[in-house]
T-cell receptor, first 115, second 115 residues
Framework: DGGITQSPKYLFRKEGQNVTLSCEQNLNHDAMYWYRQDPGQGLRLIYYSQIVNDFQKGDIAEGYSVSREKKESFPLTVTSAQKNPTAFYLC??????????????FGPGTRLTVT | AQSVTQLGSHVSVSEGALVLLRCNYSSSVPPYLFWYVQYPNPGLQLLLKYTTGATLVKGINGFEAEFKKSETSFHLTKPSAHMSDAAEYFCAVSDLSFEGGKLIFGQGTELSVKP
């Protein structure tokens, strides 16, 4: 079955540690995205990538980093510079470029807790 | 800049009653509009989308939404609520000025269904 997988579902880290969240898709989508979800704030875009080896900052990129070495994979690293990293992180992908119809498909998410 | 406003962070209805979740957007160009649902086992699922053509859009699980350009609205409705509809709902607009396919999400509306 095609889809987006995120692992792990729950992640716990100590403050000051970097942590990497995995996102893999087998939908053959060009574009991939990372969002952060906090209660009452909807989804906010962290980073996005339209093609391999290229990515751009979203609205809240500070304290985060990404890579896109393969079409299928778009890992997100939450660095120790992120001041409030505890949140629910959602990865998404989309098929259509250039038309504006960027219907996005989402993974199940990773809940990160930093103490 | 485009934006989305969902009126009411919490909506409660009785089982069998009409569901109405409100969404207003601002856009300088004809928008592409989406409704997503997030169940307690998370990850967002696309309910329906408006691109062009018919302004009344039907989605999954009996939901529909009507695009009203004059009111800049895209409200989500369902004639008869079911207990399984309890979830958080997000309205989103595609930012057509953003080549990366950015979706701008509203803050979300949590729907509760009372027996």
């Amino acid at each position: 079955d095609g889809g987006i997988t995120q692992s792990p579902k729950y992640l716990f880290r100590k403050e000051g540690q970097n942590v990497t969240l995995s996102c893999e898709q087998n939908l053959n989508h060009d574009a991939m995205y990372w969002y952060r979800q906090d209660p009452g704030q909807g989804l906010r875009l962290i980073y996005y990538s339209q093609i391999v080896n290229d990515f751009q900052k979203g609205d809240i990129a500070e304290g985060y980093s990404v890579s896109r070495e393969k079409k299928e994979s778009f890992p997100l690293t939450v660095t120790s510079a992120q001041k409030n990293p505890t949140a629910f992180y959602l990865c998404a992908s989309s098929i259509s470029r250039g038309t504006g119809l960027y219907e996005q498909y989402f993974g199940p998410g990773t809940r990160l807790t930093v103490t | 800049a485009q934006s989305v406003t969902q009126l009411g962070s919490h909506v409660s209805v009785s089982e069998g009653a009409l569901v109405l979740l409100r969404c207003n957007y601002s856009s300088s160009v004809p928008p592409y509009l989406f409704w997503y649902v997030q169940y307690p086992n998370p990850g967002l699922q696309l309910l329906l989308k408006y691109t062009t053509g018919a302004t009344l859009v039907k989605g999954i699980n009996g939901f529909e939404a009507e695009f009203k350009k004059s009111e800049t609205s895209f409200h989500l409705t369902k004639p008869s609520a079911h207990m399984s509809d309890a979830a958080e709902y997000f309205c989103a607009v595609s930012d057509l000025s953003f080549e990366g396919g950015k979706l701008i999400f509203g803050q979300g509306t949590e729907l509760s269904v009372k027996p």
